[in-house]
């Protein structure tokens, strides 16, 4: 913390906001690996069956809308879950064009045992839920700003 007389070094490593996420997200990321672990799914994979228990079938660039991600990120996740057996993938009947993806059974029941994976990352953390909440609105109000 600098003093009044001390001018606030912005190249220190400690005062870029840039490192704490990213330290922030791994740490967080790796809160969340063994948790994704037995259901066979790692932190990206749980991103799109999040959002695939949000809505299903969607489209690849529907999905890809909602997770922020670019198709050639997307194409290899949705591979290994369809390898796995959790999402099936196939040509739209009403625009051949378009690649809808599906929860299969499998992918559709492991909604049930996903839904012990977000009160134990709260236990984990060790922060209050309203703390967490507020991280994450400040959080997307720098995804937004970014984006501007």
């Given at each position: ?9 912005l ?10 996420l ?12 063994p ?9 990206p ?26 198709p ?10 369809e ?23 499998a ?42």
């Amino acid at each position: 913390m600098a003093t009044q007389t001390e001018p606030v070094d912005l190249l220190k490593l400690e005062n870029q906001v840039c490192f704490a996420l990213a330290v922030a997200s791994r740490s967080v990321n790796a809160v969340y690996r063994p948790l994704l672990e037995p259901l066979g799914l790692t932190h990206p994979q749980y991103l799109v069956m999040l959002a695939l228990w949000d809505r299903s079938p969607r489209s690849v660039k529907d999905l890809g809308a909602a997770l922020q991600l670019e198709p050639a990120t997307l194409s290899p996740l949705l591979k290994r879950l369809e390898a796995i057996g959790y999402v099936r993938r196939r040509r739209s009947d009403v625009d051949e064009r378009m690649l809808e993806i599906t929860l299969t059974d499998a992918g559709a029941a492991l909604r049930a045992r996903a839904e012990t994976i977000p009160p134990r990352i709260v236990d984990r953390l060790g922060m209050p839920l309203e703390d967490l909440e507020r991280l994450r609105e400040a959080l997307n109000h720098v995804i937004a700003a970014a984006q501007q």
